[in-house]
C-alpha cells in the first residue's frame, strides 16, 4: 500500500525559510514523479513543482527562485525547500505521487496519490 506522509509545515515570518518534507513507503519515489500542490480555502488545489524519475525539476512560476524540489533515493523522501516565503504562500501543502515517469503533469488529475497535508502559514 502506497502511503505519502508530510510534514514540516508551520508558522513563519515573511522573509523566512521552511523545508517541507514528504515520506513515501510502499513504493520507491524515484521511480516516476512527483510533485508538490498548495491550497486555500476556497481555491483550487495549485501545483507547485515536480521532479521526474531522471531528476529532472519544474516549478511554478510563483515560486521559481523561491521554492525548490528534490528528492533523497536513499531516505525515499520528497522535499519542498522553501526560501524567502510571503504572506500569499500561506496554503496547505500537499505532496503527490504520479505513476508517469516523465513529462510530469500540472494537474490534480495527473496524480494518483496523496498525502494529508501540511499547513504553512506566513505572516507579514
Known amino acids: 500500500q502506497v502511503r505519502l506522509v508530510e510534514s514540516g509545515g508551520g508558522s513563519v515570518q515573511a522573509g523566512g525559510s521552511l523545508r517541507l518534507s514528504c515520506q513515501v513507503s510502499?513504493?520507491?519515489?524515484?521511480?516516476?514523479?512527483m510533485g508538490w500542490f498548495r491550497q486555500t480555502p476556497g481555491k483550487e488545489r495549485e501545483w507547485v513543482a515536480a521532479?521526474?524519475?531522471?531528476?529532472?525539476?519544474s516549478h511554478a512560476d510563483s515560486v521559481k527562485g523561491r521554492f525548490t524540489i528534490s528528492r533523497d533515493k536513499a531516505e525515499n523522501t520528497l522535499y519542498l525547500q522553501m526560501n524567502s516565503l510571503k504572506p500569499e504562500d500561506t496554503a496547505m501543502y500537499y505532496c503527490a505521487l504520479s505513476w508517469r515517469r516523465r513529462s510530469c503533469g500540472l494537474g490534480v488529475s495527473d496524480y494518483a496519490r496523496w498525502g494529508q497535508g501540511t499547513q504553512v502559514t506566513v505572516s507579514s
Open positions: 510502499g513504493y520507491t519515489a524515484s521511480s516516476s514523479c
Open positions: 521532479i521526474d524519475r531522471d531528476g529532472s525539476t
